[in-house]
């Protein structure tokens, strides 16, 4: 009889937790369909804060298909409202202030599109969320199918005090920024007009800053911890690899924490194990999860996306040399190096970069890639050191 309940038990909390958030499976005829995709994951902090319309070219692989012309409203439960204007296509902005965002009131989201139909979201609380007590790294060794595959690099960490009962789920948004270096040398350029000359300091760039999203999904139930302090929530692993640099000459690590109500929690954990399955995170909303938006007068169109509110808390943490990591270049990285005669040079071949560098007295100069002796061409990359840094 035991086994017997502890089974029946097991199935109802699967039946429980699966059914917030439901998949489905097209038709392949209804792959391309042009379906709406509203994303509005909107904060408790004062500011511009923006909610994307676009449509899916198909449901399965979707892509940014901007949709102009919509109207956006946020109506908080007592009928105030706020309205979003459209800053470019399928981007819609509004200064929300401080009065505005309650936390412990409810907010809905309403679109009206340009053929005028009318969509709707679900309310949702604003919450308040648990402040980050400490964010901190430790350094790792990874290791994957052999010893021989294992990687040293660090790990971040979080700690965060759970002492209200009102925190019922958070999720955790993670931004890395490093500095890049290229290697330190003379630059030229053979020009489209079949110039060549040296590239000035100016527009030889050899320091970068590069910012990226971390795709990895993080989010966590807080209902049935102890009150008191939850320590280390693990993050990402951060692997050193000589030619990235990330970790050679200082990295940081920029978390948002949030808080989330059950239905939201139950959609990002369906998103996490979507992206799991298909190998990556898409850019756009997947589509196998259905939105808590709705198309007022037809139940039956499909939408994707999701609407929220959330509490927020942030912190930053930087990792400048940490020990016990071996943080040398990779030695022939980008510098010029003897090559074979190249055949006819046409203007379609042009620009072409060069890189000199002085060995034991001899000079040494070939062709390099742009990203050799402009590290701006790196995804994400600016010259520009941020003001945080």
Same mark, same amino acid.
């Given at each position: 009889?035991?086994?017997?309940?502890?089974?029946?038990?097991?199935?109802?909390?699967?039946?429980? *937790? #699966?059914?917030?958030? /439901?998949? @489905?499976?097209?038709?392949?005829?209804? +792959?391309?369909?042009?379906?709406?995709?509203? !994303?509005?994951?909107?904060?408790?902090?004062?500011?511009?804060?923006?909610?994307?319309?676009?449509?899916?070219?198909?449901?399965?692989?979707?892509?940014?298909?901007?949709?102009?012309?919509?109207?956006?409203?946020?109506?908080?439960?007592?009928?105030?409202?706020?309205?979003?204007?459209?800053?470019?296509?399928?981007?819609?902005?509004?200064?929300?202030?401080?009065?505005?965002?309650?936390?412990?009131?409810?907010?809905?989201?309403?679109?009206?599109?340009?053929?005028?139909?009318?969509?709707?979201?679900?309310?949702?609380?604003?919450?308040?969320?648990?402040?980050?007590?400490?964010?901190?790294?430790?350094?790792?060794?990874?290791?994957?199918?052999?010893?021989?595959?294992?990687?040293?690099?660090?790990?971040?960490?979080?700690? *965060? #005090?759970?002492?209200? /009962?009102? @925190?019922?789920?958070?999720?955790?948004? +993670?931004?890395?920024?490093?500095?890049?270096? !290229?290697?330190?040398?003379?630059?030229?350029?053979?020009?489209?007009?079949?110039?060549?000359?040296?590239?000035?300091?100016?527009?030889?760039?050899?320091?970068?800053?590069?910012?990226?999203?971390?795709?990895?999904?993080?989010?966590?139930?807080?209902?049935?911890?102890?009150?008191?302090?939850?320590?280390?929530?693990?993050?990402?692993?951060?692997?050193?690899?000589?030619?990235?640099?990330?970790?050679?000459?200082?990295?940081?690590?920029?978390?948002?924490?949030?808080?989330?109500?059950?239905?939201?929690?139950?959609?990002?954990?369906?998103?996490?194990?979507?992206?799991?399955?298909?190998?990556?995170?898409?850019?756009?909303?997947?589509?196998?999860?259905?939105?808590?938006?709705?198309?007022?007068?037809?139940?039956?169109?499909?939408?994707?996306?999701?609407?929220?509110?959330?509490?927020?808390?942030?912190?930053?943490?930087?990792?400048?040399?940490?020990?016990?990591?071996?943080?040398?270049?990779?030695?022939?990285?980008?510098?010029?190096?003897?090559?074979?005669?190249?055949?006819?040079?046409?203007?379609?071949?042009?620009?072409?970069?060069?890189?000199?560098?002085?060995?034991?007295?001899?000079?040494?100069?070939?062709?390099?890639?742009?990203?050799?002796?402009?590290?701006?061409?790196?995804?994400?990359?600016?010259?520009?050191?941020?003001?945080?840094?």
């Amino acid at each position: 009889m035991c086994k017997v309940f502890h089974f029946l038990l097991l199935t109802v909390l699967c039946c429980w *937790f #699966t059914a917030c958030v /439901e998949r @489905y499976y097209p038709h392949e005829d209804n +792959l391309k369909t042009g379906t709406l995709v509203i !994303n509005a994951h909107l904060t408790d902090q004062s500011g511009r804060q923006v909610i994307e319309i676009s449509r899916s070219v198909t449901l399965l692989y979707p892509s940014a298909d901007p949709v102009s012309g919509s109207y956006a409203q946020l109506i908080r439960e007592d009928g105030e409202f706020r309205e979003f204007s459209e800053e470019k296509p399928g981007f819609y902005g509004c200064d929300l202030d401080a009065a505005f965002l309650q936390t412990g009131m409810s907010y809905i989201l309403h679109v009206i599109t340009a053929e005028g139909k009318e969509y709707e979201s679900d309310f949702d609380k604003l919450r308040p969320v648990p402040e980050i007590d400490t964010l901190y790294y430790e350094v790792e060794t990874a290791s994957y199918e052999t010893e021989s595959d294992s990687t040293d690099g660090i790990r971040f960490f979080v700690d *965060f #005090t759970y002492d209200n /009962e009102t @925190y019922e789920y958070i999720r955790w948004e +993670l931004t890395e920024t490093y500095e890049f270096h !290229n290697p330190d040398m003379e630059a030229f350029i053979w020009d489209k007009d079949f110039s060549y000359y040296m590239l000035p300091d100016t527009s030889n760039y050899r320091i970068c800053y590069i910012t990226n999203r971390l795709k990895e999904i993080h989010s966590m139930s807080l209902k049935y911890l102890d009150f008191g302090i939850y320590i280390k929530k693990p993050f990402a692993f951060v692997p050193n690899i000589q030619i990235e640099q990330k970790l050679k000459h200082k990295y940081s690590l920029l978390v948002k924490q949030y808080s989330m109500g059950e239905d939201a929690f139950h959609y990002w954990n369906e998103l996490k194990k979507t992206s799991q399955e298909q190998g990556f995170l898409f850019d756009r909303q997947p589509a196998l999860l259905k939105s808590n938006i709705r198309n007022v007068n037809d139940e039956e169109e499909i939408i994707l996306g999701f609407f929220s509110m959330a509490g927020t808390a942030e912190e930053r943490a930087f990792a400048e040399k940490p020990e016990g990591l071996d943080l040398s270049l990779l030695p022939q990285y980008c510098h010029p190096s003897i090559r074979g005669p190249r055949g006819p040079v046409t203007r379609e071949d042009l620009p072409i970069y060069y890189g000199r560098i002085w060995s034991e007295g001899v000079s040494l100069r070939s062709e390099v890639n742009h990203h050799c002796v402009d590290c701006r061409e790196y995804k994400n990359s600016t010259h520009i050191m941020p003001d945080f840094w």
